[in-house]
């Protein structure tokens, strides 16, 4: 009987020692992962850059067929087809408008004007008088509506172009007097309105009229259709130039030689 109850004793006290043990093995922390080894990051990095390498190669291949392509067909074109300029078309091109203004002059006369009746009516020396200082703008250029298309020659490749313009000319109709800036300097006037004109009727039937021709001849002695000519030139060289001609030739009537 005594050794049953040391045997009992003896198991009493092994027990909780086991399931101490038992409990200690249960909560163990894992077991450490051990870190990627430094031959796999390497072979990771060579991958992706050799992706990224093949990717940039690419790109820079099919931008080089593209420009090689484009330079190819530029230099072997064999498309022998040219667009000629013909005369006709050089003409509708320059008659875009009927006068062509280039200069416009800016002048000053003197209008000495004088009226006196006529016949024996003259020696009552009656009459009237009006001394006007005239300002006015005169236009020149060249009047287009006279251009013909045997004016302009076209050489067979469309190289060479000359062009014949009329003569530069004063258009008439379009100058103008400067009401707001002349001035009457003196005047006299003695002679009654059945025996003179009026000052009205005078100064519109005479002195407007000879102040438009004192006008244009100022203009062409400060040398109008001068400038005309060589802006004339220079004008249409580049408007030629423009239209694909190489070689131009830009003359005026009259002066072909």
Known sequence: MNQAIYDTANAIAVQPQRELDLSVGQHQPPAPVAPPSLLRTIFNFLGWLMI?????V?????????????????IFNFDTQTTIVTSQAVVESIKGVNKQIFIEHYNTVDIDYTEAPQGWLRLLGMDQSFVLLLKGRVPAGFDLSQLQESDVWVSSDGKRVQLILPPPMIFVDNVNIDFENSRILAQRDT???FLCQDSLTALKDQMLPEGRKLLMAASQRSGI????????RLYYEQLLKSLGFEEIRVVIRGEVG
């Open 52 to 56: 990224l390498t093949l990717i940039v």
């Open 58 to 74: 690419a790109a820079v291949t099919l931008s080089s067929v593209w420009l090689m392509s484009n330079t190819a067909r530029d």
């Open 191 to 193: 002679c009654p309105d």
């Open 225 to 232: 259709m001068t400038q005309v000519a060589n802006d004339g």
